[in-house]
């Protein structure tokens, strides 16, 4: 499925590390489970979100609220997010899509989860 890191690294970018003092830094690691899934973190060191925000940004990728809803009065924050959730979920089902970990002045990980897919003619992930 096209573009769903570049969103995520321009949020860490635009949102998470712009303003920030010092280093910069921002991770990619991917991992296959033993489900035969493939979970991708985006990781920075940026400014975090805190508990409040963070929960309604759960609350938006749940469905339980609207993105203009939940985002404070920030229009366009968030909905990124949740246009790459909604994807990956009406492309691979309920179970896959985003998770959100993050901390105040330490940074943010969003997990994207989606299930490994094996190319026939090959053999190549």
Known sequence: ???I????????LFHGLEGKNGRWIIKIHAIRTNRDEILIK???NGVGMNEEKLA???ATLSGE??????DGGNLGQGIG?????????????????????SWID???????????SIREDDGHL
């Open 56 to 58: 309604r940004l759960h």
């Open 1 to 3: 499925m096209k573009l």
């Open 81 to 101: 997010l949740v246009n790459i959730h909604k994807r990956i979920q009406i492309y691979y089902g309920k179970q896959y899509g985003l998770t959100m970990k």
């Open 5 to 12: 890191l570049q969103p995520l690294i321009e949020n860490s």
């Open 65 to 70: 609220t609207t993105s203009s809803a939940s």
């Open 42 to 44: 985006v990781m920075d």
């Open 106 to 116: 330490k940074g943010t990980v969003v997990t994207i989860k989606v299930p490994l």
